[in-house]
Nanobody
Framework: QAQLEESGGGAVQTGGSLRLSCAVSGVRFDSHVMGWFRQAPGKEREFVASISRNGANTRYADSVKGRFTSTRDNAKNSVYLQMNNLQPEDTAVYFC????????????????????WGQGTQVTVSP
């Protein structure tokens, strides 16, 4: 049974930083593309970042480019999201997601393609 567990959320002021972690168990981690999504109150869950199986490729939503960085450590079965220069509009519950992939280099942006999800971690950015 796959388990994804996010951590590292919290409350920060505008311009602050947070580093989210997602620990994965129950599946072969390095066979999965990993994604980060977020959902603000009253809004749909939206794509934030994706990282390929081997970590060589990443893709970001335009709203976070240059501020967020996703990395992974396949030896630790973990993926990370470093978030810098946080803004109030980044306030949301952040989810990590996993999609099994045959390609080592593919990133995935569509929410519907991910089959496994964590429970989410709250990020709150105050003005």
């Amino acid at each position: 049974q796959a388990q994804l567990e996010e951590s590292g959320g919290g409350a920060v002021q505008t311009g602050g930083s947070l580093r989210l972690s997602c620990a994965v168990s129950g599946v072969r981690f390095d066979s999965h593309v990993m994604g980060w999504f977020r959902q603000a109150p009253g809004k749909e869950r939206e794509f934030v970042a994706s990282i390929s199986r081997n970590g060589a490729n990443t893709r970001y939503a335009d709203s976070v480019k240059g501020r967020f960085t996703s990395t992974r450590d396949n030896a630790k079965n973990s993926v990370y999201l470093q978030m810098n220069n946080l803004q109030p509009e980044d306030t949301a519950v952040y989810f990590c997601a996993a999609k099994r992939s045959a390609s080592s280099y593919t990133t995935v942006t569509l929410r519907e393609e991910y089959g496994r999800w964590g429970q989410g971690t709250q990020v709150t950015v105050s003005p």
